[in-house]
Protein backbone atom coordinates (compact mmCIF):
# COMPACT_ATOMS: atom_id res chain seq x y z
CA UNK A 1 0.00 0.00 0.00
CA UNK A 2 2.71 2.40 0.87
CA UNK A 3 4.35 2.07 -2.16
CA UNK A 4 1.50 3.21 -4.31
CA UNK A 5 1.22 5.99 -2.61
CA UNK A 6 5.01 6.80 -3.45
CA UNK A 7 4.30 5.89 -6.86
CA UNK A 8 0.35 8.43 -6.93
CA UNK A 9 3.20 10.98 -4.96
CA UNK A 10 6.00 10.27 -7.83
CA UNK A 11 3.71 10.86 -10.70
CA UNK A 12 1.92 14.06 -9.40
CA UNK A 13 4.97 15.96 -8.91
CA UNK A 14 5.88 14.49 -12.40
CA UNK A 15 3.15 16.01 -13.72
CA UNK A 16 3.13 19.21 -11.70
CA UNK A 17 6.52 19.89 -12.88
CA UNK A 18 5.63 19.05 -16.81
CA UNK A 19 2.63 21.67 -16.24
CA UNK A 20 5.23 24.60 -15.10
CA UNK A 21 7.79 24.02 -17.38
CA UNK A 22 6.19 23.12 -20.33
CA UNK A 23 4.97 26.39 -21.35
CA UNK A 24 8.82 27.39 -21.05
CA UNK A 25 9.97 25.52 -23.59
CA UNK A 26 7.49 24.93 -26.15
CA UNK A 27 8.59 27.90 -28.55
CA UNK A 28 7.08 26.68 -31.76
CA UNK A 29 3.26 26.98 -29.59
CA UNK A 30 4.44 30.64 -29.36
CA UNK A 31 4.29 31.40 -32.60
CA UNK A 32 1.21 33.73 -32.76
CA UNK A 33 1.44 34.81 -36.30
CA UNK A 34 4.34 37.80 -35.66
CA UNK A 35 6.63 38.42 -38.59
CA UNK A 36 9.45 40.41 -39.30
CA UNK A 37 10.07 41.77 -42.73
CA UNK A 38 13.85 42.56 -43.75
CA UNK A 39 14.45 46.43 -43.66
CA UNK A 40 11.43 46.86 -40.91
CA UNK A 41 12.03 47.85 -37.19
CA UNK A 42 9.33 46.27 -34.96
CA UNK A 43 8.28 48.90 -32.09
CA UNK A 44 6.85 48.41 -28.67
CA UNK A 45 6.80 44.42 -28.57
CA UNK A 46 6.37 42.90 -25.07
CA UNK A 47 7.12 39.83 -23.47
CA UNK A 48 6.43 38.32 -19.85
CA UNK A 49 9.71 38.51 -17.82
CA UNK A 50 8.78 34.81 -16.45
CA UNK A 51 9.65 32.20 -19.26
CA UNK A 52 9.13 35.00 -21.35
CA UNK A 53 9.82 33.76 -25.27
CA UNK A 54 8.26 34.46 -28.58
CA UNK A 55 8.55 33.48 -32.07
CA UNK A 56 8.53 35.15 -35.24
CA UNK A 57 8.78 34.15 -38.77
CA UNK A 58 11.37 35.96 -41.19
CA UNK A 59 10.06 37.24 -44.35
CA UNK A 60 11.28 39.47 -47.22
CA UNK A 61 15.10 38.21 -46.94
CA UNK A 62 16.98 37.17 -50.26
CA UNK A 63 19.42 33.93 -50.44
CA UNK A 64 23.19 33.99 -49.93
CA UNK A 65 22.69 37.34 -48.06
CA UNK A 66 23.72 38.32 -44.61
CA UNK A 67 21.20 39.84 -42.09
CA UNK A 68 20.84 40.73 -38.28
CA UNK A 69 18.52 40.62 -35.75
CA UNK A 70 18.74 42.96 -33.11
CA UNK A 71 16.79 43.86 -29.89
CA UNK A 72 17.20 46.43 -27.00
CA UNK A 73 15.35 46.57 -23.53
CA UNK A 74 14.97 49.02 -20.63
CA UNK A 75 18.28 48.59 -18.34
CA UNK A 76 15.95 48.92 -15.30
CA UNK A 77 15.04 45.50 -15.68
CA UNK A 78 17.95 43.10 -14.62
CA UNK A 79 17.36 40.29 -17.57
CA UNK A 80 19.46 37.70 -19.27
CA UNK A 81 17.80 37.70 -23.56
CA UNK A 82 19.02 35.15 -25.98
CA UNK A 83 18.18 35.35 -30.29
CA UNK A 84 18.21 31.96 -32.08
CA UNK A 85 17.74 31.14 -35.58
CA UNK A 86 15.11 28.48 -36.20
CA UNK A 87 14.55 26.34 -39.29
CA UNK A 88 11.42 24.66 -39.39
CA UNK A 89 11.12 25.10 -35.47
CA UNK A 90 14.51 23.48 -34.51
CA UNK A 91 17.97 25.43 -33.78
CA UNK A 92 20.00 25.74 -36.85
CA UNK A 93 22.53 26.80 -35.70
CA UNK A 94 24.43 26.86 -32.34
CA UNK A 95 25.64 30.84 -32.00
CA UNK A 96 28.07 31.47 -29.25
CA UNK A 97 27.32 34.08 -26.92
CA UNK A 98 30.45 36.29 -26.75
CA UNK A 99 28.56 39.94 -27.15
CA UNK A 100 27.61 41.25 -24.14
CA UNK A 101 26.87 45.28 -24.57
CA UNK A 102 24.28 46.58 -22.19
CA UNK A 103 20.58 47.16 -23.12
CA UNK A 104 21.35 44.62 -26.64
CA UNK A 105 21.31 41.35 -28.18
CA UNK A 106 22.30 40.46 -31.54
CA UNK A 107 22.23 37.56 -34.24
CA UNK A 108 23.80 37.56 -36.94
CA UNK A 109 23.59 35.09 -39.77
CA UNK A 110 23.81 34.03 -43.66
CA UNK A 111 21.15 32.65 -45.54
CA UNK A 112 21.13 29.79 -48.15
CA UNK A 113 19.54 28.62 -50.93
CA UNK A 114 16.40 30.74 -52.11
CA UNK A 115 13.65 27.81 -52.17
CA UNK A 116 14.96 27.09 -48.39
CA UNK A 117 14.26 30.32 -47.36
CA UNK A 118 10.72 31.53 -48.31
CA UNK A 119 9.76 27.54 -48.11
CA UNK A 120 5.93 28.08 -46.33
CA UNK A 121 6.67 25.35 -44.48
CA UNK A 122 10.27 25.04 -43.78
CA UNK A 123 10.85 29.12 -43.24
CA UNK A 124 13.61 30.57 -41.35
CA UNK A 125 12.10 31.94 -37.60
CA UNK A 126 14.01 33.99 -34.91
CA UNK A 127 12.91 32.80 -31.10
CA UNK A 128 13.65 35.87 -28.32
CA UNK A 129 13.40 34.46 -24.69
CA UNK A 130 13.99 36.30 -22.09
CA UNK A 131 14.81 35.23 -18.37
CA UNK A 132 15.22 36.97 -14.95
CA UNK A 133 18.54 38.30 -13.97
CA UNK A 134 18.36 39.45 -10.85
CA UNK A 135 15.30 41.77 -8.89
CA UNK A 136 13.68 44.61 -10.44
CA UNK A 137 14.66 47.95 -9.11
CA UNK A 138 11.96 49.44 -9.30
CA UNK A 139 8.85 48.91 -6.80
CA UNK A 140 5.15 47.61 -7.81
CA UNK A 141 6.15 47.75 -11.61
CA UNK A 142 4.71 44.90 -13.53
CA UNK A 143 7.16 42.43 -14.97
CA UNK A 144 6.73 43.38 -18.35
CA UNK A 145 9.45 43.93 -20.88
Not at 13 to 23: K, R, Y
Not at 81 to 93: A, C, I, M, V
Request: charged share 25%; proline share 4%.
Amino acid sequence: MLELHERECCLLFCLTVFIIAAPCYSHMSSFDGKTLYAGKELWKETLPLQCGSRVYRLQGIKSSSWYEVKISYPAYIPALFSLQLLRNGETSLKLKQMRRLLNTEKLIFKTESLEKVNDKEEGLYVLVAVEPEGIVAIPNFKERL
